[in-house]
């Protein structure tokens, strides 16, 4: 899982309420990725970083918001969580070394009620 | 932008027999392009990838055909073992590592 842990891994909530995820990596890798998995939708791309403080967006980043002010921490933000975010959320990094595929940590399944 | 489209969705082989996943891609600027197998509860993990500099790569089991004049790329398994069963994903980048788009995923039994 190339030292990649993600937090929680389980969370349930409830609408409207703020909810932060956390990606945590050991090996200081430039680019991190947030994704979510829902059926038959395989994995979005909800935002991505190349650097402390250097984030943009994915195909699904309505309603979401990203952190990045450490190297080995990229947090996602659900400002207000819908029904409609209740989704497995996976990080993912880029090996800076071998500069082509991403490594996906374990995931964070999400439920809003 | 790039759509990749992954068929089909779900596949049942026998024990021993071959499995093949097929994937289309839109961007023919697409240059690299690899295969993830996520087991129940956990991430997705990269079994093999091919670069558009290549038409198709093994790894013991496992291999890879990429054809870029028709843009598809296709994921074989042989000797099939209940251990492969698993969801399969194609992804799709025209930078590297960078930004991939991926399929919809191949659910594969393997059945004993």
């Known amino acids: 899982d190339a030292g990649i842990t993600q937090s929680p891994r389980h969370k349930v909530t409830e609408t409207g309420t703020p909810v932060t995820l956390r990606c945590h990596q050991t090996?200081?890798?430039?680019?991190m990725y947030w994704y979510r998995q829902d059926p038959g939708h395989g994995l979005r791309l909800i935002h991505y970083?190349?650097?402390?403080?250097?984030?943009d967006k994915g195909e699904v980043s309505d309603g979401y918001s990203v952190s990045r002010s450490k190297t080995e921490d990229f947090l996602l933000t659900l400002e207000s969580a819908t029904s409609s975010q209740t989704s497995v959320y996976f990080c993912?990094?880029?090996?800076?070394?071998?500069?082509?595929?991403?490594?996906f940590g374990p995931g964070t399944r999400l439920t809003v009620l | 932008g790039e759509n990749v489209e992954q068929h089909p969705s779900t596949l049942s082989v026998q024990e021993g027999d071959s499995a093949v996943i097929k994937c289309t891609y839109s961007?023919?600027?697409?240059?690299?392009f690899p295969w993830y197998k996520q087991e129940l509860g956990k991430g997705p993990q990269l079994i093999i990838d091919?670069?558009?500099?290549?038409g198709e790569k093994k790894d013991q089991r496992i291999a890879v055909t990429l054809n870029k004049t028709a843009k598809h790329f296709s994921l074989h398994i042989t000797e099939t073992q209940p251990e492969d069963s698993a969801v399969y994903f194609c992804?799709?980048?025209?930078?590297?590592?960078?930004?991939?788009?991926f399929g919809p995923g191949t659910r594969l039994s393997v059945l004993p």
């Open positions: 992804a799709a980048s025209i930078d590297y590592g960078q930004n991939f788009v």
């Open positions: 090996e200081n890798h430039r680019y």
């Open positions: 993912a990094i880029v090996n800076d070394l071998a500069a082509d595929t991403q490594y």
């Open positions: 091919i670069r558009s500099n290549v």
């Open positions: 961007d023919s600027a697409s240059n690299y």
């Open positions: 970083s190349y650097g402390v403080k250097d984030t």
